[in-house]
T-cell receptor
Framework: GAVVSQHPSRVICKSGTSVKIECRSL??????MFWYRQFPKQSLMLMAT?????????EQGVEKDKFLINHASLTLSTLTVTSAHPEDSSFYIC???????????FGPGTRLTVL | GESVGLHLPTLSVQEGDNSIINCAYS??????FIWYKQESGKGPQFIID?????DKRQGQRVTVLLNKTVKHLSLQIAATQPGDSAVYFC???????????FGKGTRLSVIA
């Protein structure tokens, strides 16, 4: 399967600060990446689809100005949580889809805790 | 059982027994399905997939069954091991290039 990395794996920040999470596709070029969020004991919820070289597509209810997505290269997408608040504390997971098989592979996730 | 609020349904099985995890998917037009395993604090791990033109697919120790009539997907794990303990999610793709949509998840607990 595809190898996907995320950085950082864990971050704790103060309320009001911004946090950037990186997602890298390590073994193939990904024109499309996906960002999911997962609260404790719940399923993964799609936040947005990140498209290389163009604007991300956000799911209903996800604030695009709060969750900034940049997909500047075929191997890197970043998610920036701006002016984070405690309710943004969650597990953020990125995913890439292999072009040949349609399968989505996931990164290891980033645990964000906002104090 | 069905999940209520924040509680994941849990399946407890004895080590060595077979496990069957069920999933009801939402969209009758979905064309692709995947089962993922998620261990605590980690991202989902691909287990097996199946396309809508199939009703069964086998992997190593795992089998996925698809019943499109009742929109039901199941994952069978043979000879369940302690390392199989995790939360299992089914995911469906509505069509074409749309991203996966996840089901609620089931926690599998293997009793040694």
């Amino acid at each position: 399967g595809a190898v996907v990395s995320q950085h950082p794996s864990r971050v704790i920040c103060k309320s009001g600060t911004s946090v950037k999470i990186e997602c890298r596709s390590l073994d193939f070029q990904a024109t499309t990446m996906f960002w999911y969020r997962q609260f404790p004991k719940q399923s993964l919820m799609l936040m947005a689809t990140s498209n290389e070289g163009s604007k991300a597509t956000y799911e209903q209810g996800v604030e695009k100005d709060k969750f900034l997505i940049n997909h500047a290269s075929l191997t890197l997408s970043t998610l920036t949580v701006t002016s984070a608040h405690p309710e943004d504390s969650s597990f953020y997971i990125c995913s890439v889809r292999t072009p040949s098989t349609d399968t989505q592979y996931f990164g290891p996730g980033t645990r964000l805790t906002v104090l | 059982g069905e999940s209520v609020g924040l509680h994941l349904p849990t399946l407890s099985v004895q080590e060595g027994d077979n496990s069957i995890i069920n999933c009801a998917y939402s969209n009758s037009a979905s064309d692709y399905f995947i089962w993922y395993k998620q261990e605590s604090g980690k991202g989902p791990q691909f287990i097996i997939d199946i396309r809508s033109n199939m009703d069964k697919r086998q992997g190593q120790r795992v089998t996925v069954l698809l019943n499109k009539t009742v929109k039901h997907l199941s994952l069978q794990i043979a000879a369940t091991q302690p390392g199989d303990s995790a939360v299992y999610f089914c995911a469906e793709r509505y069509s074409g290039n749309t991203p996966l949509v996840f089901g609620k998840g089931t926690r599998l607990s293997v009793i040694a």
